[in-house]
């Protein structure tokens, strides 16, 4: 399974706001200088995971972007689901249209293909699901303080 840029550029700005001090909103063009990405592109996973209530959005003057909930709540698996809602992991496209002549060899192959892509993908889930950004916070340098990424930018 291949996890998109989408998925890594979201738990990066995760990160950077459980790390902004006093935990103040950032922009979006604070976001992206700081992670050195599109802005555009970002703007469209910040309103993913507005959606999906992991970060706060306020378009006013002193507003921006903000952690919705504790890092000890946000999980692995809530940020994929965030970013990767409705893309289906695996969809059969030869199902039905085999048109060898002993079509019985494949029935039932088909079935268990599934099968064997749905139990990959809960244990997949499984082990995203035990995982928060906290645990990517406290894996670090002990001691690291809050930055505050507007006044990094500007210099």
Known sequence: MKVTSGVEQSIYVLIVLARQKDRQPLKSETLAKVLGVSESYLRKIIRKLVV?????????????????????????????????????????SLEGRVTYS??????????????????????FDGVLQNYTIADVLE?????ISDVDWNEIIQE
């Open 102 to 123: 002993n079509k019985l060899d494949f029935e039932g192959k088909s079935k268990m293909a599934n099968e064997i892509f749905h139990e990959a993908f809960t244990a």
């Open 139 to 143: 894996s670090g340098v002990s001691g």
């Open 52 to 92: 999906a209530e992991l970060v706060e959005s306020n378009a006013s003057r002193t507003g921006g972007i903000s952690l919705a909930k504790d890092v000890r709540e946000i999980t692995f698996h809530d940020i994929l689901e965030a970013v990767e809602a409705g893309s289906s992991r695996y969809t059969p």
